[in-house]
C-alpha cells in the first residue's frame, strides 16, 4: 500500500484543540476565522499569554522550534529547496567560478521522476554512492533511443590536442534506454561523467527537478522554455568556448 | 507533520503484496489473499550497514515509483553465481551493451577488461545490494533488473503482525 499523499492543508492543521480559557477560543466560535495562517500565529502568540515561569517559557521556545524546524524539513524534502553545486559538467547551463558557488533551485516536487520529460535537468542520487548527489540533464526517456558519444576527458587529456589523445576517437553508438530508467548528460559533454560513464539511471534515484539557477545574479535563469528542449535548427552552432 | 516525519524516518506499517516472499512474508497470499503486515525501519538510505540477509524494502528499479520487498543476498564486493536471469544469458552478455553498474565484467582492455566475461558470475558493485526474494520460483528480483542501487532502499523490514504475535522476519535459518 503506497504511503498517503500530503495534502498542504496538513501543514495548517495543529493537533492541539484551542484551550478554553484563553480569549483565543471565543474567536474560535467564527468558522470563516479558523485554520488560516493568521490564526496559527496567533495562537502561538496566545500560548505566551499566561505568567511564564522561565522553565516554561524555555520549554516553549524548544518546541516552538522543533515545530518550525520540522516544518522546513518536510518543506525540503517533499517541496523544494535552494542548494549549492560544484563542478563544470553543467557549464554553461551552470557556470562555474573559483571564486563563488553557484545555487540551484530545486523541486522535489519531481521526486522518483514523476512528471519528469527529455531536456529537464534533474538532480539524482548517483548510483555507486548515496551521498553524492548530481545533476545533469535528461536526455532519454524509458523506450528512446539515445545517441551516445563515447568519451568524457580524463584528466590525463589535459594539455591534448583535437588530433590525439583517446577521447578525439569519438565512438558513436544508439543505446536504448531500458525500462524505468533515464539516460543523463551533462552539458559539458567533454568534461561531464554521465551515462556514457555509469549507464542509465533508474526513475527512482531522481531526487528532483531543477528549475532556476539562482546564484549568482549574473547567471540567473529560468531552465525551461528557452533553455530547454528547442526543435533543431539547420543553422549552424557556434561553439560556446575553443580554447 | 510529526507523523509525516515519524513515518519517513522511525517505523511505517505497510502490507505486503504478492508471494514472492513466501513462506517468510504473505505466506498464503497466493491461496486466502491474507497479506501480512510489516513494520518497516526508515531511515536508513545509504547507509552501510545493510547485511546480507536483512530484508529490505526498495522502488524498483525497472519500474517508476513502485516498492518492492527482497531479501539481500549480497553486498557490495560480493560474488553472486545466479541460477538465471540476465547473467546467465550469454547472447546478453557478450553483446553489445553498456557497461554500468549491472556486474557483469567489463569487455573493454581500457578498463581492465579481458575480453570475455564469464557467463553466470555476477560482482556486485560498489554501493550496490543483490536481493532475492524467499520464494525463488515466484520471484522477479536482482537476477532479472540487476544490483540495486543503495540510493533506491527504502527501509528495512524489523517485524511481522500477522494476527497478535510479533516476530522479526530477517529469521535467518543459516543461525
Not at chain 1, 533511443?145 to 584528466?155: A, Y
Not at chain 2, 546478453?92 to 578498463?111: A, K, M, P, Q, Y
Request: net charge neutral.
Amino acid at each position: 500500500m503506497p504511503p498517503p499523499r500530503i495534502r498542504p492543508s496538513l501543514l495548517l492543521f495543529s493537533a492541539k484543540p484551542p484551550r478554553p480559557h484563553t480569549p483565543f477560543f471565543t474567536q474560535r466560535l467564527h468558522p470563516q476565522r479558523t485554520h488560516t495562517l493568521t490564526t496559527l500565529f496567533s495562537r502561538l502568540r496566545l500560548t505566551h499569554s499566561s505568567a511564564p515561569t522561565p522553565v516554561r517559557s524555555t520549554w516553549r521556545i524548544v518546541k516552538n522550534t522543533a515545530k518550525s524546524l520540522l516544518v522546513i524539513h518536510l518543506f525540503m524534502t517533499y517541496i523544494g529547496t535552494i542548494g549549492p553545486t560544484h563542478g563544470i559538467s553543467m557549464v554553461p547551463t551552470i557556470p562555474h567560478s573559483y571564486r563563488s558557488t553557484p545555487f540551484i533551485l530545486v523541486s522535489h516536487l519531481h521526486r522518483r521522476g514523476r512528471n519528469i520529460a527529455v531536456g529537464d535537468v534533474i538532480t539524482y542520487h548517483t548510483p555507486a554512492k548515496t551521498s553524492i548527489i548530481g545533476c545533469k540533464r535528461v536526455v532519454g526517456m524509458p523506450g528512446d533511443f539515445v545517441s551516445v558519444l563515447s568519451g568524457g576527458r580524463e584528466n590525463e587529456d589535459l594539455g591534448k590536442a583535437d588530433d590525439e589523445g583517446d577521447w578525439a576517437n569519438v565512438k558513436e553508438e544508439v543505446v536504448r534506454v531500458p525500462e524505468g530508467h533515464v539516460w543523463l548528460a551533462g552539458d559539458n559533454l567533454d568534461w561531464s561523467r554521465d551515462s556514457r560513464v555509469f549507464g542509465a539511471v533508474p526513475l527512482n534515484l531522481v531526487r528532483g527537478k531543477v528549475e532556476a539557477v539562482v546564484w549568482p545574479p549574473s547567471a540567473w535563469k529560468m531552465l525551461g522554455g528557452e533553455e530547454g528542449l528547442r526543435d533543431a535548427t539547420d543553422e549552424e552552432y557556434e561553439p560556446l568556448v575553443t580554447r | 507533520c510529526a507523523a509525516v516525519f515519524f513515518r519517513d524516518h522511525f517505523f511505517t506499517i505497510d502490507s505486503v503484496n504478492g508471494s514472492s516472499m513466501a513462506p517468510t512474508l504473505s505466506p498464503t497470499a497466493h491461496e486466502t489473499g491474507a497479506k501480512d503486515r510489516i513494520f518497516i525501519q526508515r531511515g536508513i538510505l545509504g547507509r552501510s550497514d545493510i547485511q546480507r540477509g536483512d530484508v529490505i524494502t526498495f522502488w524498483k528499479p525497472h519500474k517508476q515509483s513502485e516498492i518492492s520487498i527482497k531479501r539481500v543476498v549480497g553486498v557490495e564486493g560480493d560474488t553472486v553465481y545466479p541460477h538465471r536471469g540476465y547473467a546467465c544469458d550469454p547472447e546478453v552478455v557478450n553483446s553489445r551493451r553498456v557497461e554500468g553498474v549491472d556486474g557483469l565484467g567489463s569487455r573493454e582492455w581500457t578498463l581492465g577488461g579481458d575480453g570475455d566475461v564469464e557467463v553466470g558470475k555476477v560482482v556486485v558493485p560498489t554501493g550496490h545490494v543483490w536481493v532475492e526474494g524467499d520464494n525463488w520460483r515466484r520471484s522477479y528480483d536482482s537476477r532479472d533488473f540487476g544490483p540495486v542501487s543503495l540510493g533506491l532502499v527504502d527501509g528495512r523490514a524489523r517485524w511481522v503482525w500477522r494476527d497478535w504475535l510479533r516476530l522479526q522476519p530477517v529469521g535467518d535459518e543459516r543461525e
